[in-house]
Every structure is written in C-alpha cells, then in structure tokens.
Nanobody, 121 residues
Framework: VQLVESGGGLVQVGGSLRLSCAAS????????IGWFRQAPGKEREGVAC??????EYSHSVRGRFTISSDSAKYTVYLQMNDLKPEDTASYYC?????????????????WGQGTQVTVSS
C-alpha cells in the first residue's frame, strides 16, 4: 500500500494550489483519505477528509479548501483557495477504512511522505 502526495509549492497570499494524493494497493471502494498538515513547532492538524459516507473540514479551512476524488486515477485532491500565511506547512494524506471519516480520529493507518506548501505574504 502506498500514498504519494504532490502539488505543493510556493504561492502568494490569496493564491491557490491543488494537492494530489495517489493511492495504490488499497481497496479503493472502501477507502477514506484524510489530509493533515504540520508546521514547524506545531502539532499535526487534520484539515479535511473524504470517507465513503461523508466529507469533513476543519474550521480553519472550511469554505476555502475542497476535497474531491477521481476513482479512475485512484487519486484524492485537496483544492486550496484563498491561501493564508498560516496555511504554510507540510501536508500529508493518510488512509482509513472507516466508513465515516473524522480528521481527529486515530483510524489512519498509512501515510504519505508529505508535500510542502509555503504561502508568502
């Protein structure tokens, strides 16, 4: 099983990025994906997840970030709009087989290597 993130980079305040999480080796129809981020010196934060039965967003990104998936490509995306300096972090995707995802749960069992997002002011 493997998750590979891509799409990070440097963007100005107010800009947009789309992160990708390509999954391989999983039971796709049962798979949920969570997006997490961690900034230096801060705890890891769950920002969004897409489960079989739901989607969830943290308060800090709701209305600005959108999670979606492409089953043909076994890929989950995180569209990030109106980016702010506080969005700067390493972003990770993780896999769960929980029917209803929760960014605060401990059901994520496989993690990608991360992709860096830097928002400059």
């Amino acid at each position: 099983v493997q998750l590979v993130e891509s799409g990070g980079g440097l963007v100005q305040v107010g800009g947009s990025l789309r992160l990708s999480c390509a999954a391989s080796g999983f039971h796709w129809d049962s798979l949920g994906i969570g997006w997490f981020r961690q900034a230096p010196g801060k705890e890891r934060e769950g920002v969004a997840c897409k489960g079989v039965g739901n989607e969830e967003y943290s308060h800090s990104v709701r209305g600005r970030f959108t999670i979606s998936s492409d089953s043909a490509k076994y890929t989950v995306y995180l569209q990030m709009n109106d980016l702010k300096p506080e969005d700067t972090a390493s972003y990770y995707c993780a896999a769960t087989y929980a029917t209803y995802c929760d960014v605060n749960s401990d059901t994520y069992f496989s993690w990608g290597q991360g992709t860096q997002v830097t928002v400059s002011s």
